[in-house]
Structure formats: C-alpha cells, structure tokens
C-alpha cells in the first residue's frame, strides 16, 4: 500500500502560525490510467479521512507543488478546484488552500475501508484473471502489510 | 505573474492541408491542426511517423508541397524578425556550433534577440553545470542537449517548439527540464509543442496530446479527458459489438478475430461499467499510444 507513505511528511511551524504541508507529502505516477489530477486528490482526501491532514492544515502553493512534482500547475490548480468543489478544503485569504473546518479528526474506519474499496476491487479483479486461490492472495495482502509497518 | 500578452482567441500556430512528400512517399498527407496561445501540447508519434517533417515544416524551416502554415498570423515562409523573436526551438539534432564555447555561443545569439535573460542563462548554466569557457565540442552529449534548451529559452519565446529534447538526458536531467520548463508556463504562459518518445515527461507537463499517424493528426484532445474517456474491452466479438452500440463508444482500435479494442464515449459522463459478457478496464497513454499511432 503505497499511499502509507504518502501521508507522512508534515512539516509543523512554530507556535500559531499553520502547519504547512510539505509538497513530498504528494507524489505523481506517471504511466497510470489514472490522470494525475485524480492522483492528487485522492491523496488529499485520505490524508484528510486518516487524520494526517487536519482543519487549518495548508496545502502547499500550486506553483510550488507544481515545481516540486515537475508536473503542469493547471494540473495542480484542477485538483485544488475539486477538493474545493468537494468542500475538503478552502480557500484562505491571500490563495493558500487550507483544509475545510469540518475535518477536525479523522474518520470512522467505515468510511476509511469505502475510500480503500476500487483499489482493492482492482486487485481482486486480476487475483481472478490470474486464477490465484483467494487465500493465497490474503496471505499476500497481510505479508505486504506487515512489510510495511515493518519499515 | 507577469504576463503582458494578450490572449485574442486566435491560434498561435495554424496548419491547413498540408501536405509533404519525400519522392513517392508522403509524410504529410493533407495536415490540419491548430495550437491555441498558452497550450502545452505533446505531439506522439511512431519512429517515421513524421514529427521531425511537421515540426520542420511549422517553423517554416521547410517547404511544403501543399498547403499553409500561419504563425502569429503570418505565413511561416515570410516571417519577418519580430515574429522569428518570438520562437525558440530546440531541434533533435544539437546545431550548435562546435568550436565555440557555450559563453560566445550564447554572445552571438544573442545579438540576434531584442529581448535576452541574462539571469535565466547564468541560473541556468550554473545549475546545470554546463562549462562556459570549454569549446562546445567537448561538452558530453547531455550538457550540449541542455545547452540548446538554454538557448531556447533565453529569449523567452512566446512559442517553444521541442523536438526529442530530452534524448540525451538522464532522469535527472529530464526532470530538471521539466520544472524549468513549467516555470516558463506559470511566468509566460508560453505555447509549447513538444515531441518525445517518454510519455511519463509528457504526462506531467502536457495538458494536451496530439497523435501523428498516416500523415495527419488522428487526435488532439485533453489527456485528462482521454484517459477518463477511454476504456479497453474484452470479450466475445458479438458481446462487445453490442456494448459498444448500446452505449455509443467510438472505436479507437479496430477489434481484430477476438483481441481486445480500445473505445471512447462520446459527449461527457461515466464510462459503463463491466458485464457478465464484456470487461471493461481502464487505458493508459501507452495503450492509447499503441492504439492511436499505429
């Protein structure tokens, strides 16, 4: 599961002023079929349903994200648009993106396992095509979750 | 952000009927395509497929056989200096001149620009650590590479047109590249056309694809919405005949005997979703690559 270490990196300011994300908290896969607009916003949105990412807590700016990632800053600016559309986050006087007021703890785990359901839809899908004991896979499953609490 | 342009509506590049021919053998078969202001936009083809010829052929650098090419609403064959000014281009092939250093080099071109960066060319060549003072010659395959991207980029085009640019690169170099040239969008809202072979660099910074096939642009459209559009399906031929009419896909592949096609809806909403009979997944640029430009 690779996103366990997308949601890590925060970097905490003194004092009052925001926690402001650091951009390595986000990170691109070219090659998906997945637009990387997507990518970015289902990242912001389990950080948020997990509590890494909490009310006040400011996304970094499009420009620097952009630079961080090397990808197209209309490709950040779309993703910020949807989180704001999805009310998950707003928008701060002077253009910092904050996260929205409402995310104050993380989520019950019911609507975190929903948010983790396509990925593992997709991964069942080719345990059939590749015609794998279901068993066997879940065995897989938890190797590779231990491996990275392990870490 | 400081842009001074003005964005009036009208394509920065235009290309009508045209049409290019080596001998018996068409390149460019009858090529329309226009790129609007401030577009970033990544023209795929296959090795052949004519990239070099269309890129060529744009920037006036080549005749054609039929047909018009308008840049800045001017013909690309009798464009005056202020016009030329306003294109930087970073060929496949370094044309650099060999004997000079990269620091006479850049002096001479310069001379030619009413407008040069000179603290863009010094950040530059010091972050990419391109010797000033050594004859060009010496200079490894990269830095010469990176050199006709500096050379590109100093007069601050307002049209950047990059054939293969990264070939010599390695992925640090190319992810250098990448954020220089996405601080050239954000500042100058520059239009890019950009040929390459990697698609990841083409997915970061490309808004829009364009695919080069039998001598004419088979797609342009926004890669976001082709990725979002496009599905691949599979399953017995009269199954996915009848998915595909039901819901009105168009076919990106033709299907062969049984193997799986490529389609995408048309209009806007979801794609559907798989069946008992037909499989649906989802396709990536290379898939659409393989598809488009075959």
Not at chain 2, 255 to 279: D, L, N, S
Request: with cysteine.
């Amino acid at each position: 599961m690779r996103w366990v270490s997308w949601c890590i990196t925060v970097v905490i300011h003194k004092d009052r002023s925001p926690r402001v994300t650091d951009s390595s908290l986000f990170s691109v896969v070219a090659g998906s079929a997945e637009p990387i607009y997507r990518q970015l916003v289902a990242q912001v949105r389990r950080c948020v349903a997990g509590g890494q990412l909490k009310a006040g807590d400011e996304l970094p700016s499009v420009r620097d994200l952009a630079q961080s990632l090397a990808v197209n800053p209309m490709t950040v600016s779309k993703a910020y648009g949807l989180l704001e559309a999805e009310g998950l986050v707003t928008r701060r006087r002077g253009l910092a993106m904050v996260i929205a007021e409402q995310h104050r703890r993380a989520q019950p785990a019911a609507d975190r396992i929903d948010l983790l359901r396509p990925t593992l839809e997709r991964a069942a899908q080719e345990v059939r095509q590749l015609q794998l004991p279901a068993a066997q896979a879940l065995i897989l499953f938890k190797t590779i979750l231990n491996e990275q609490e392990g870490d | 952000m400081s842009s001074t342009r003005i964005d009036t509506g009208t394509p920065c590049v235009s290309l009508q009927g045209l049409r290019v021919a080596f001998g018996r053998q068409t390149v460019l078969d009858g090529l329309d395509w226009a790129l609007p202001v401030g577009q970033v936009v990544g023209l795929l083809g296959r090795n052949g497929a004519g990239k070099t010829t269309l890129i060529e052929t744009l920037l006036g650098l080549r005749d054609a056989d039929a047909g018009r090419v308008v840049l800045f609403g001017q013909s690309a064959l009798a464009l005056d200096d202020d016009a030329r000014a306003r294109i930087g281009y970073v060929p496949q092939r370094s044309d650099l001149f060999e004997w000079m250093t990269a620091d006479q080099l850049l002096a001479y071109f310069r001379s030619f620009y009413p407008r040069w960066n000179t603290a863009k060319v010094d950040g530059l060549l010091s972050r990419w650590d391109i010797a000033r003072d050594k004859p060009i010659a010496k200079l490894s395959g990269g830095q010469q590479q990176r050199l006709s991207i500096i050379r590109a980029l100093a007069h601050e085009p307002e049209l950047l047109v990059l054939d293969e640019p990264v070939s010599s690169l390695d992925p640090a170099g190319r992810r250098d590249f990448l954020r220089e040239l996405v601080d050239q969008v954000v500042d100058l809202r520059t239009t890019v056309v950009f040929s390459t072979h990697i698609l990841s660099d083409l997915e970061r910074v490309a808004l829009d694809v364009a695919f080069l096939s039998g001598g004419n642009i088979a797609l342009h459209a926004t890669l976001d919405d082709l990725l979002e559009s496009s599905v691949r399906l599979a399953g017995a031929p009269a199954d996915v005949q009848g998915f595909v009419s039901e819901h009105q896909l168009d076919a990106i592949t033709r299907q062969g005997a049984a193997g799986p096609i490529i389609v995408r809806r048309r209009g806007a909403g979801g794609v559907p979703a798989t069946t008992p009979a037909v499989t649906v997944e989802p396709v990536t640029l290379e898939d659409l690559f393989m598809a488009l430009t075959e």
